[in-house]
């Protein structure tokens, strides 16, 4: 298996051969180390557990007593205690056979290591785009439904702008909004300036949400909850759900996978930035 090499020996990485991590293809949007599992794994470990590596001034995480590396075989170091405990809890989650689909605060991280930290300003490349179609810039032609929109997109707008100091426009037709000038440069200086780990959530959360504005909101206010996000992202969805119902095993599937990546981002930001360095 090579989603995770953890130092083990040949036999036991023998075990693991039923599947793999691998980098997405350059098509893909979301730009994760994703699972691709076709069968259960056993649990190959007794214990997981965090551990301060002194050498490296960084946190990792240990499987009876080796360390977890990414899939380009970089030793999993974490910037802080609170984001190695919460790893390692995923690990030691895995009761009898490990699921990395139920992993995702380690799969952000082998992220963040593998493909966004060596080159942070493509990941940023790779968010700009959204300011074209963000999900927040486009109003519905039907005056109802853009009404909604603007009572619960229009305060989001408003504090986007004043976070980063840009002013964002609006749409109700096919073509991109036409932001204010200089939007574009601003809003790349300022991702430019955040950490690779906020970066990687920020990137996964824009993606699940199509709204660069959600993503920040999402990361960046205390006063947002997960819930409010995951609504602001599909706000029009949901109307047509209020109008028409509920479709079993499709609404509700994709709405539980958004959840899920939209609360781990949320938690790994959070267990990244408590007790940070000022360079973490």
């Given amino acids: 298996m090579r989603w995770l090499r953890v130092g083990l020996a040949p036999a036991a990485c023998r075990r693991l051969q039923s599947g793999h991590w691998t980098a997405p293809s350059a ?25 301060w590596n002194e050498d490296s001034r960084a946190w990792r995480v ?22 190695a405990e919460s790893i390692t809890a995923e ?11 139920d ?34 810039c486009f109003e519905d032609g039907e005056e109802k439904v853009a009404q909604m929109q603007r009572a619960e997109w229009g305060p989001v707008r408003q504090w986007f702008e004043g976070h980063v100091g840009v002013t964002l426009a609006v749409t109700n ?10 939007t574009v440069e601003s809003i790349r200086e300022k991702l430019l300036g955040r950490s690779e780990w906020d970066l990687c959530s920020l990137e996964v959360a824009t993606h699940t949400a ?3 504005v959600v993503g920040l909101a999402l990361l960046d206010r205390e006063d947002v909850e997960v819930e409010d996000a995951l609504r602001w992202a599909l706000l029009e969805e949901h109307l047509q759900i209020e109008r028409w119902g509920l479709v079993e095993g499709a609404h509700d599937v994709a709405h539980d996978e958004m959840l899920k990546w939209l609360v781990a981002c949320r938690r790994f930001v959070a267990a990244r930035r408590e007790g940070a360095t000022a360079d973490a």
């Fill in 173 to 182: 037709g096919l073509l991109p909004p036409a932001h204010g000038e200089g």
């Fill in 27 to 51: 098509a893909a949007v979301r730009g994760l180390v994703t699972a691709q599992k076709t069968k259960p794994v056993k649990r190959f470990y007794k214990a997981a557990q965090a551990d």
């Fill in 91 to 101: 690990w030691s989650a895995q009761d009898g056979t490990v699921r990395p689909q």
């Fill in 62 to 83: 240990l499987l009876d007593g080796k360390p977890v590396r990414t899939p380009k075989g970089s030793l999993l170091f974490l910037p802080t205690e609170k984001l």
């Fill in 210 to 212: 199509k709204s660069l």
């Fill in 103 to 136: 992993m995702p605060l380690t799969t952000l991280a082998c992220t963040t290591l593998d493909l966004v930290q060596p080159e942070p300003a493509a990941c940023v490349d790779r968010l700009i785009p959204y300011l074209m179609t963000d999900t927040l």
